[in-house]
């Protein structure tokens, strides 16, 4: 069975420092990867996506940047955090073509970072 | 565009109550996935259905049940005789089906909290 894998679950960084956050996805080949953020209000706004290895599609401009090194690896990087940076991010995950889970997302525990 | 409206920030209910979170949406596709997923306190998403854009029976599943109306573009959830651990945010998405390299790809809604009273 698939699962996803997503660290650390909570994060206190100073402003100005760096960031990785890291995913990874076992038990399938090639799935499309997403980072998302939930800022203050609740709503969730897709950050990045990949469709493979080296393939990173941004839908916002920020101060964020996302790699994917491996097939199943999605990292979340900053080189300096903003106070604006502080949310809630959720990695996900999804099969391209499918027939069997319907466009479904499958999304990580999260990671709850703090920027002070 | 792509576009989940749930014009309701904030609701609260006395345990019992039934509740109906609204859902609209907006996409050029044809075919599409409407989605609800409840996000507790702890902050993980759940998925709670799936709903493709063929299929409009209604659905019921225990207290949950959904009405999708195509005509009116709207994908609303009841929840009926609600209970305090149904306290949560609440978010209604839609996903793209005919693009592969996206397929999967949720647009959200900005989310309904949901507060049951005891």
């Known amino acids: 069975s698939q699962t996803i894998h997503q660290w650390p679950a909570t994060l206190v960084q100073p402003v100005g420092s760096p960031l990785s956050l890291e995913c990874t996805v076992e038990g399938t080949s090639n799935p499309n990867l997403y980072w998302y953020r939930q800022a203050a209000g609740r709503g969730l706004q897709l950050l990045f996506y990949s469709v493979g290895i080296g393939q990173i599609s941004s839908e916002v401009p920020q101060n964020l940047s996302a790699s994917r090194p491996q097939d199943r690896q999605f990292i979340l990087s900053s080189k300096k955090l903003l106070l604006s940076d502080s949310g809630f991010y959720l990695c996900?995950?999804?099969?391209?073509?499918?027939?069997?889970?319907?466009?479904?997302?499958?999304f990580g525990q999260g990671t709850r970072l703090t920027v002070v | 565009a792509q576009k989940v409206t749930q014009a309701q920030t904030e609701i609260s209910v006395v345990e019992k109550e039934d509740v109906t979170l609204d859902c609209v949406y907006e996409t050029r596709d044809t075919t599409y996935y409407l989605f609800w997923y409840k996000q507790p306190p702890s902050g993980e998403l759940v998925f709670l259905i799936r709903?493709?854009?063929?299929?409009?029976q209604n659905e019921i599943s225990g207290r949950y049940s959904w009405n999708f109306q195509k005509s009116t573009s709207s994908f609303n959830f009841t929840i009926t005789a609600s209970q305090v651990v149904d306290s949560a945010v609440y978010f209604c998405?839609?996903?793209?089906?005919?693009?592969?390299?996206?397929?999967?790809?949720?647009?959200f809604g900005r989310g309904t909290q949901l507060t049951v009273w005891p």
């Open positions: 996900a995950w999804s099969v391209p073509y499918d027939a069997k889970y319907k466009a479904e997302a499958f």
């Open positions: 709903r493709n854009s063929f299929d409009e």
């Open positions: 998405a839609l996903s793209e089906a005919n693009r592969g390299s996206t397929l999967g790809r949720l647009y």
